[in-house]
């Protein structure tokens, strides 16, 4: 079942929590890729000096400050494309960076890092702005993770040194086996 946009109209960090197990479905030239979401990563508000909304609103950031359930799609290196989630209000920033996901839960394949991922899933610039719960192009589908399996790993966020003191806000979520 696509999820609707009641889910993601809430606080990020819970939102990133319950993405957990949750599928990333993208259909692309007649295929259907699936991938369980096991690792994201909350932006949240201006204060956030990891967040792009920190520097104020812009071109690039304009994304964030919409409704929620869309997607922010970016550039990083040149090279890597980025998948965030938008969450909360219109007009406050708050994503979610979608950073792996696994391919094949029986055989553990895992999409490590979110470069990897968007590669996998034929994801780029013309998905930002694509609303992510009319299931078209890119959605996401609840899904539950298997507890007997996982537990959900709390810890900082991953290349934001430039963040002072928010480098250390225990905003990453990932599965962690048991």
Not at 6 to 27: A, E, I, N, P
Not at 46 to 61: E, I, K, M, Q, V
Not at 106 to 118: I, R, V
Not at 159 to 172: F, P, Q, S
């Amino acid at each position: 079942m696509i999820i609707k946009k009641g889910f993601y109209d809430r606080h990020t960090l819970k939102v990133s929590r319950d993405l957990l197990g949750c599928f990333l479905v993208r259909k692309y030239k007649g295929g259907i890729y699936r991938v369980m979401i096991s690792e994201v990563e909350a932006y949240r508000g201006f204060h956030d000096l990891a967040s792009h909304a920190s520097r104020g609103r812009t071109p690039r950031n304009e994304i964030m400050f919409g409704r929620p359930g869309h997607a922010y799609v970016y550039l990083v290196y040149g090279m890597y494309w980025m998948l965030n989630v938008v969450t909360e209000k219109k007009d406050f920033p708050a994503a979610i960076l979608i950073r792996r996901g696994i391919v094949n839960d029986q055989e553990m394949e895992e999409l490590g890092g979110p470069g990897k991922l968007t590669k996998f899933l034929f994801i780029d610039k013309g998905l930002n702005g694509v609303d992510l719960t009319v299931g078209k192009k890119l959605w996401i589908e609840l899904g539950k993770f298997d507890r007997k399996k996982y537990h959900i790993v709390k810890s900082p966020r991953v290349g934001v040194d430039y963040a002072k003191h928010c480098k250390y806000w225990k905003w990453n979520f990932s599965l962690g086996r048991k």
